[in-house]
């Protein structure tokens, strides 16, 4: 351990309040305070607590006598999973729920603790993680197949493609619910709670995908940067052919931002970068700029970004477009919506045919149907849908959970 590791550690210990005090009762654990603020539409009016179980996020640890009874109880070599299932059997949940679908410890908790009390995890984003283990087991660059440890007792999904693929990849899950996507919902009723009236002001949306920069070098995908680049270069240069109206979508917030920008700097030229900066909308100025700019846009272009499946599933024309030499990137829907190692003629001619085609003729060009990857319904918002799921879980209707 190296002296900047153990400063930061004990920074960490000094900043952390203890508590004398016991948990109180809930009905709802949050698991993970990474992403409860996402889940307070789904959870308005329910009683819940808010678990921390990230060490560097913790404001408090609770060491009153019966919590430090019920920890060396439950405690078999692991300091945190003892720590944790002391918190979750002294509150008693009948439900314990996490925006962290792709949560490691989650997933041990659940694993030790099934017999208890229910677990759901509620889908927060485009799944490729166990996919990535399987990749780098294959090519042995981890010894273990980590995907091995995803489990899910209750999984709130997207639609119904995450259950294909979970099944076909053989990851362990319970059960299936299509909820469809949160983060949208939360969007769209705060677009009604504000009266916010977005118009068609774009001809082209296309949303960054630097968040897979620096995981595709992380996990052994090798030469991707390169792909990344050339679908904004190809966009880019679309666009200024035929004047089109543009809207660049950032991915990043606060110190990432900085990386992310430093990425298209060094990967186009001075010209291309002025322009896709001076389009740019940023998330650190408005939280939901992406889905703004996705609604104002006629077609949305990215690789593998959540938001395809969300315009998709709402009516919206997009193109997926995977230039880099992973198939690991590929759109799990093919026909017109989805475009690979092409070139820019290739691109240009995709593009003009999705621009020319109305949005009937578009969708009837699709191997799948536009909800297969996600449950959207207009009139019955996925807040609700998850709010009724999780009502019938508390009251044992089990009969009822079904989609």
């Known amino acids: 351990m190296n002296i900047k590791n153990l400063l930061l550690i004990i920074k960490q210990i000094f900043r952390i309040k203890l508590s004398f005090k016991t948990p109180k009762n809930f009905e709802i654990v949050v698991f993970d305070d990474v992403g409860a603020k996402d889940l307070k539409n789904v959870l308005s009016g329910y009683n819940y607590f808010i678990l921390e179980v990230r060490t560097?996020?913790?404001?408090?640890?609770?060491?009153?006598?019966?919590?430090?009874?019920?920890?060396?109880?439950?405690?078999?070599?692991?300091?945190?999973?003892?720590?944790?299932?002391?918190?979750?059997?002294?509150?008693?949940?009948?439900?314990?729920?996490?925006?962290?679908?792709?949560?490691?410890?989650?997933?041990?908790i659940a694993k030790l603790m099934k017999n208890n009390f229910e677990f759901i995890a509620i889908q927060n984003g485009a799944r490729y993680d166990f996919k990535i283990f399987k990749h780098?087991?294959?090519?042995?660059?981890?010894?273990?197949?980590?995907?091995e440890r995803f489990y899910i007792p209750n999984f709130f999904c997207f639609g119904q493609f995450e259950i294909d693929?979970?099944?076909?990849?053989?990851?362990?899950?319970?059960?299936?619910?299509?909820?469809?996507?949160?983060?949208?919902?939360n969007f769209l009723l705060y677009k009604k709670k504000h009266?916010?009236?977005?118009?068609?002001?774009?001809?082209?949306?296309?949303?960054?995908?630097?968040?897979?920069?620096?995981?595709?070098?992380?996990?052994?995908?090798?030469?991707?940067?390169?792909?990344?680049?050339?679908?904004?270069?190809?966009?880019?240069?679309?666009?200024?052919?035929?004047?089109?109206?543009?809207?660049?979508?950032?991915?990043?917030?606060?110190?990432?931002?900085?990386?992310?920008?430093d990425f298209y700097k060094q990967n186009l030229t001075e010209k291309e970068f002025n322009f896709l900066v001076k389009h740019s909308v940023k998330r650190d100025s408005d939280k939901y700029s992406s889905y703004k700019a996705m609604l104002q846009s006629n077609i949305v272009i990215s690789n593998y970004t959540t938001m395809l499946r969300e315009k998709l599933a709402m009516g919206g024309k997009i193109l997926s477009c995977n230039l880099t030499p992973s198939d690991m990137y590929d759109f799990p829907v093919g026909g017109l919506c989805f475009i690979k190692n092409c070139s820019y003629k290739e691109f240009r001619e995709r593009m003009l045919e999705i621009k020319n085609l109305t949005d009937d003729e578009y969708f009837s060009k699709l191997e799948k149907n536009k909800n297969y990857l996600m449950r959207y319904e207009k009139d019955n918002s996925s807040i609700n849908i998850a709010r009724k799921k999780i009502d019938m879980f508390l009251h044992k209707k089990q009969s009822n959970l079904i989609n």
């Open 56 to 108: 560097n996020n913790l404001k408090y640890i609770y060491i009153s006598p019966k919590v430090i009874k019920t920890f060396f109880l439950n405690f078999r070599g692991r300091v945190k999973d003892a720590y944790i299932i002391s918190i979750l059997k002294i509150i008693n949940p009948k439900l314990v729920i996490t925006f962290i679908d792709n949560s490691y410890k989650f997933f041990d």
């Open 195 to 261: 009266n916010i009236n977005l118009i068609k002001e774009f001809d082209i949306c296309l949303i960054s995908d630097a968040c897979l920069i620096g995981y595709s070098k992380n996990n052994g995908l090798d030469n991707c940067e390169q792909g990344f680049a050339d679908m904004t270069k190809f966009t880019i240069r679309f666009c200024l052919e035929e004047n089109l109206k543009f809207v660049f979508a950032l991915a990043r917030l606060g110190e990432l931002l900085k990386g992310e920008l």
């Open 136 to 147: 780098k087991f294959k090519k042995q660059i981890n010894k273990t197949d980590f995907s």
């Open 165 to 185: 693929d979970y099944k076909k990849n053989k990851i362990s899950i319970g059960r299936f619910y299509k909820v469809g996507s949160i983060n949208l919902a």
